[in-house]
């Protein structure tokens, strides 16, 4: 792998760990600091919000920084965010570091897809985009579990401590070893945010909220649904998380891969057809463990395997504002997590049994495959623009093999 992609990896995952590490700790935090457990999980909700408007808000407002300088200020602001937490002597404070991180979060997520996909050939890209969501998706995968064993063994403002220091290492060899990203173009901010009003685009974003809120309205609320289903203790729901979790760590390369040999619009909507099937078929499977694992599997490969076909089309088709379209989609991302989180207890509270998350899930992914179906119909109104920068960003790599 090229070390610069590996880099950057490692910072998306550093940085992806802050959002939910936070969940595996919260009775820790609300007694350390004597506030009741709803008001520390506004901590969670909080981080998701800012993250979803500040990205693409953020990105525009500084699209004349050079890249490079950009994505050390944010790592070295993200730094002092997560150094502040580990101290935070009261709620306020820590609350106060989540909007912080949160912000510069965003941007070194977007800006760690944007710089990845330039120092790579066309030929590599979702291939790429694929290995940096791994990032991200291993640590939501793993920030719950992580935050856990730490509660039991570290404390959870040591938790932050490392965080910091593992992103501090990280900003140094990005200015080590990362030569200078020129922008795009300087495309102004408002024909930038005016790609949404592209019913292309804003469809294709679209199709991710949903697919998120889908998977959300069944995966916010696993546990209880193996308990009641399955009837499992402790150990085995356990196991389930982890057999999910290492699903779910490769569906970003192998939706990447996927994307590369097959192109970004075939790619989804396989993989949203695949992800309808899953859910109907889910709550079915919980006759036979075998088979419940297998589907178990394919659904965590699923829930990572989209990202890199929806960035690799955004690209393909708003190249004009692709980093921005980047940033929109994780912040769709971070929407579609708190609508179908919230949805599922809705679902709960009104429904007789919990398959019906499933159910309802697996409606709202039927609408995320029309969604995708339409937009990928629809006629490209933004042509592609010609790099004028692109020999030189070339000439700026040293290797292009991932």
């Known amino acids: 792998m090229n070390l610069k992609i590996f880099v950057l990896t490692i910072a998306t995952f550093t940085v992806g760990l802050v959002e939910l590490i936070i969940g595996g700790v919260l009775p820790m935090i609300a007694g350390d600091l004597n506030v009741s457990l709803s008001t520390a999980g506004q901590l969670i909700t909080i981080y998701a919000l800012v993250y979803a408007i500040s990205g693409p808000t953020l990105l525009a407002v500084t699209g004349r920084v050079e890249r ?17 937490a580990a101290w935070s002597p009261n709620y306020a404070v ?19 897809l944007t710089i990845a996909v330039k120092i790579v050939p066309k030929e590599f890209q979702a291939r790429v985009i694929g290995i ?9 995968v793993l920030g719950v579990p992580l ?85 499992l203790n402790a150990f085995w729901i356990s196991a389930a ?25 075939k790619s989804i909507l396989i993989v949203v057809g695949a992800f309808i099937a899953v859910l109907f078929l889910l709550p079915l499977s919980t006759q036979s463990k075998l088979l419940f694992t297998v589907v178990l599997f394919i659904w965590g490969v699923l829930s990572w395997a989209l990202s890199p ?26 929407v579609g997590i708190a609508v179908g989180s919230g949805l599922g207890g809705v679902v709960i509270d009104h429904s007789s049994s919990i398959q019906s998350n499933a159910w309802v899930g697996g409606g709202l992914m039927i609408l995320a495959f029309l969604c995708a179906i339409y937009s990928l119909t629809r006629p490209a109104k933004l042509k592609r623009s010609t790099q004028k920068h692109e020999s030189l960003e070339h000439q700026q790599m040293t290797g292009t093999s991932i």
């Open 309 to 334: 076909a929806q960035q690799s089309y955004l690209i393909q088709n708003a190249p004009g504002s692709s980093d921005i379209q980047q940033s929109f989609n994780f912040s769709a991302l971070q």
């Open 68 to 84: 490079k300088k950009l994505y050390l200020w944010s790592m070295l602001i993200f730094t002092a965010g997560s150094l502040l």
């Open 94 to 112: 820590l609350f106060a570091t989540r909007i912080i991180t949160a912000a510069s979060g965003s941007l070194i997520v977007t800006l760690s």
């Open 241 to 265: 998380y982890f057999v999910f979790g290492l699903a779910a760590v490769s569906g970003g390369l192998i939706g990447g891969v996927l994307s590369d040999k097959l192109g970004s619009r």
């Open 147 to 231: 935050g856990v064993v730490a509660e039991d063994y570290l404390g959870w403002r040591i938790l932050f401590l490392i965080i910091g220091l593992l992103t501090l290492v990280a900003m140094v060899t990005i200015h080590l070893f990362l030569g200078k990203i020129l922008t795009e173009q300087n495309v102004p901010l408002k024909s930038q945010l005016s790609s949404l009003k592209d019913v292309k685009i804003i469809s294709a974003h679209l199709v991710t909220t949903l697919t998120l809120a889908g998977h959300y309205t069944l995966y916010a609320y696993f546990t209880p649904f193996l308990e009641s289903t399955m009837h």
């Open 132 to 140: 940096i969501s791994m990032g991200v998706s291993s640590s939501i």
